[in-house]
């Protein structure tokens, strides 16, 4: 039993993201591809989309050099699938992340199914997360922060995401239910099939082929700015 259970904690990972309001700050600890949207109301009222955190997997084109200057001599630090899906030593997207043993340590390229071949010189994934900070000085009523994992923007834009939010706030909705309603009706699309199709599709492979996980947060960042408690919506798919 305990091999099953060494091998199955070698081979499962997350990601993860964190924000955190103090002194009038907002930090957002970072840990794979989720990511991290800011929306502030610009001029005409209009509300701005701007990314907090970098999507740290290999897609990112900062990341594959990165990936290149520390694992010199392996040509298949990365290999790409296609035009929107990019693998560290062939096995995983993100390059920061939670688990993934056998991509952190030699100990556990062993098991079944998951051994990465020669050339191996671990780790590849890191697990200390990128932190970015920013003031909070020039937020003002109705601002807001969007947390959402990858399979949100794998088929929305930051400002896609924004107006959803701004959209469903003004209708009395939950902006975050609104957002994964809008992923999944686009996924549903990209492949043909009714939405209500995807929504009844058991969770495994078969699912995840069309979504990956859609779950979003919604933090009122007014709120947020001038209290140690803020309000947030949260919603997510089931995978």
């Known amino acids: ?16 993201l964190l924000a955190c309001v103090h002194d009038n700050k907002l930090f957002v600890a970072n840990l794979g ?12 009222g209009a509300f701005r989309a701007q ?11 900062s990341e594959q050099e990165r990936l290149r ?4 001599g392996e040509p298949d630090i990365f290999r790409c699938r296609g035009p929107y899906s990019c693998y560290v030593k062939g096995c995983l997207q993100p390059t920061y992340g939670l688990g993934d043993a056998y991509l952190k340590y030699a100990h556990f390229n062993h098991f079944p199914g998951r051994v990465v071949p020669e050339p191996y010189k671990p780790p ?4 200390a997360p990128q932190i970015t900070q920013r003031p909070l000085s020039s937020v003002s009523e109705g601002d807001f922060l969007i947390l959402a994992t990858d ?13 959803l939010v701004n959209r469903a706030r ?3 909705s939950n902006p975050a239910e609104a957002v994964v309603d809008a992923t999944l009706e686009l996924a549903a699309a990209r492949f043909g099939i009714a939405r209500e199709q995807l929504v009844a599709m058991p969770t495994g492979r078969q699912r995840r082929r069309i979504h990956d996980d859609a779950t979003v947060i919604v933090v009122d960042l007014h709120q947020a700015a001038q209290a140690s408690t803020a309000s947030a919506t949260v919603a997510r798919s089931r995978l």
């Open 1 to 16: 039993s305990r091999l099953v259970h060494a091998e199955r904690l070698s081979s499962v990972g997350a990601c993860a």
């Open 170 to 172: 003004k209708n009395g």
């Open 33 to 44: 591809d989720s990511r991290g949207v800011i929306a502030q109301r610009g001029f005409g």
């Open 69 to 72: 200057r520390d694992h010199p």
């Open 151 to 163: 399979g949100v923007w794998d088929y929305l834009s930051d400002q896609n995401a924004v107006d």
């Open 124 to 127: 590849y994934i890191r697990s």
């Open 51 to 61: 990314r907090v955190t970098t999507d740290l997997n290999a897609m990112n084109q």
